[in-house]
């Protein structure tokens, strides 16, 4: 079952009052609400108490449903995500904390050949290095995995004599709400989807006066 199935069954629970309270569930009513037959409905209700999304009990011979904090949680990301889809219509918004990468960044874009396409792509040499945000909220971590998922602006590997030099992918960002940057994801990246890599031509722990641990928004625009 994908995630927009899961997120439209729980906001029917809730509907019910299942965000709230336990609620007598019989599979031949939420069949109806679910607008799937008695089985499917039973398969649905089952896989989202496998997923820990839902609570269920049996008494006297019925079902009994309520939302975990887990299924609440998946509910207010979703409402998040419409939010943000009409406050930044174009944009994917981040927010992270800054910490320590493993210092590797400012070797690989130091390179005069990434440089050159950042230039092309982003319109400055970015600073030999990237800005590591650590993303908290699962809403962001998500966020973050979507935009992996798209294609981007393309950065061409290389081959030198002595070693192969992967690609990567960059979006066009703004880092709060004030300085024009980028949003990188190497093609072999070690980091995971709660982690975010942010060029700009500033050294921006100086240019911002940021510390480890400090808050950073990142705007990923997608239309430019």
């Keep these: 079952m994908n995630r927009r199935l899961i997120r439209t069954y729980l906001i029917d629970l809730i509907k019910l009052g299942a965000g709230e309270r336990l609620i007598k569930a019989p599979t031949t009513f939420l069949s109806i609400i679910f607008g799937v037959s008695q089985q499917?409905?039973?398969r649905i209700i089952n896989k989202l108490y496998v997923d820990e999304y839902v609570y269920k009990v049996i008494k006297d011979?019925?079902?009994w449903i309520r939302l975990t904090e887990k299924g609440i949680a998946e509910v207010e990301d979703y409402i998040k995500y419409i939010n943000d889809a009409f406050k930044h219509p174009g944009k994917v918004v981040l927010e992270g904390y800054v910490t320590k990468g493993l210092g590797e960044g400012a070797y690989y874009i130091s390179k005069r050949r990434y440089q050159i396409q950042f230039k092309d792509i982003l319109g400055f040499y970015p600073y030999p290095g990237t800005l590591n945000l650590k993303l908290?909220?699962?809403y962001y971590i998500s966020q973050n995995r979507f935009l992996k998922s798209l294609p981007g602006y393309r950065i061409k590997g290389f081959r030198t004599k002595d070693r192969?030099?992967?690609g990567a992918k960059v979006f066009k960002a703004i880092i709060q709400n004030k300085v024009e940057g980028g949003v990188v994801y190497a093609d072999r990246s070690i980091y995971g989807f709660?982690?975010?890599e942010v060029?700009?031509?500033q050294y921006l722990r100086g240019?911002?006066?940021l510390v480890d641990g400090d808050k950073v928004v990142v705007?990923?625009?997608l239309n430019q």
């Design 136 to 138: 908290k909220d699962p």
């Design 219 to 221: 705007e990923v625009l």
């Design 164 to 166: 192969y030099f992967g």
């Design 207 to 209: 240019y911002l006066n």
């Design 194 to 196: 709660d982690m975010v």
């Design 199 to 201: 060029v700009a031509e």
């Design 61 to 63: 011979g019925n079902i």
């Design 40 to 42: 499917t409905a039973s």
